[in-house]
Every structure is written in C-alpha cells, then in structure tokens.
Nanobody, 124 residues
Framework: EVQLVESGGGLVQAGGSLRLSCAAS????????MSWVRQAPGKKHEWVAG???????YYPDSMKGRFTIYRDNTKNTVTLEMKSLEPEDTAVYYC??????????????????WGQGTQVTVSS
C-alpha cells in the first residue's frame, strides 16, 4: 500500500519559515519523482516544487528563492523548506509522486499518489 504522510505544517507569522516533510512507503521511492503541491482556500491546486530521483529540482518562477525541496532516498523522505512566508502561502500542502522522468509537474492528473496534506497558515 502506498503511503505519503506529510508533517510539519502549522501556524507561522509572515516572514517566518517552516519545514514540511513527507514520509513515503509502498513504492520504489528512489525511482520516483516527487512534488509538493498546495491548495489555498477557494483556489485551484498549485505546484510549488519538484525533485527527480537524481536530486535535480524544479520550481515555478514564483517560488524560486523562497522554497527548497530535497530528498533522502535512504530514508524515503522528501522535504520542503519554506522561508519568507507570506499570508498568500496559506494553504494545504500535499506531497505527491509521479513517474521517474515525468516532466509534467503542473498536471495534477500525472501524479499517481497523494498524501493527505498538511495545513500551513501564515498570519500577517
């Protein structure tokens, strides 16, 4: 059974930082691409970061410099570090997995599995 379990969400003041973690099991993590996707209240899902099995990372332009994704293939974890958080970053953050070489980070239907999400709330 595939499991993606996110943790690390919470309430933070604007300008602060948070680290989200996702523990994965039930599939070959080291051969999968991993992403973080968020959904703010009343808005569509938004891809925020992706990482391939070799550690190469990808971000939408709006996230570059504030968000950092990395993975540990020995522990089957993927982490999202967020800094300089803004109230607009308030959302449920999801960890998701897709095929190893899939370049379609923004296409939600390309993801095979999703976690249950973790809430991030940034107060002004």
């Amino acid at each position: 059974e595939v499991q993606l379990v996110e943790s690390g969400g919470g309430l933070v003041q604007a300008g602060g930082s948070l680290r989200l973690s996702c523990a994965a099991s039930g599939f070959t993590f080291s051969r999968s691409a991993m992403s973080w996707v968020r959904q703010a209240p009343g808005k569509k899902h938004e891809w925020v970061a992706g990482i391939y099995s070799d550690g190469s990372t990808y971000y939408p332009d709006s996230m570059k410099g504030r968000f950092t994704i990395y993975r540990d293939n020995t522990k089957n974890t993927v982490t999202l570090e967020m800094k300089s958080l803004e109230p607009e970053d308030t959302a449920v953050y999801y960890c998701a997995v897709m095929g190893e070489d899939n370049p379609n980070w923004r296409l939600l239907y390309e993801y095979d599995y999703w976690g249950q999400g973790t809430q991030v709330t940034v107060s002004s």
